[in-house]
């Protein structure tokens, strides 16, 4: 399959600008343009884009994620196994943030309700 800037921007929740810039940094380069002069990104594209967007979330600036992609010991299974366990790591985090959040709210509600019957 082969997506436009247009389409690629859509299904990736990127902008066509930032995709313009990849390019022009030379992190993500079509593989070709259309006869109309548009940039053509494939299958390998769309997973280059991946790792980029998995590296951007774990806070990684474009020139490291440049020499990652590029250097010639990249696994990308490897990669892809230390982006989930980074993003497992994360979710566990977020899940004890929500439930200290909830625990304090249900705090607040019974000394709210004590406080309503001694009234």
């Given at each position: 399959m082969e997506y436009t800037v247009n389409e690629l921007s859509?299904?990736?929740?990127?902008?066509?600008?930032?995709?313009?810039?990849?390019d022009q940094i030379e992190l993500l380069v079509p593989p070709r343009l259309s006869s109309?002069?548009?940039?053509i990104y494939g299958e390998n594209e769309v997973d280059i884009l991946r790792q980029i967007?998995?590296?951007?979330?774990?806070?990684?600036?474009?020139?490291?994620?440049?020499?990652?992609?590029n250097?010639?010991?990249?696994?990308?299974?490897k990669s892809l196994q230390e982006h989930l366990?980074?993003?497992?790591?994360?979710?566990?985090?977020?899940?004890?943030?929500?439930?200290?959040?909830?625990?304090?709210?249900?705090?607040l509600k019974r000394k709210a309700a004590i406080y309503c019957l001694v009234l």
């Open positions: 859509k299904i990736s929740g990127i902008s066509t600008r930032t995709l313009r810039y990849y109309s002069g548009y940039r967007l998995f590296y951007r979330e774990l806070g990684v600036n474009l020139g490291e994620i440049k020499k990652l992609l250097s010639p010991g990249y696994d990308k299974e366990d980074e993003l497992l790591q994360k979710k566990a985090r977020i899940e004890t943030l929500i439930n200290s959040v909830n625990d304090t709210i249900q705090s």
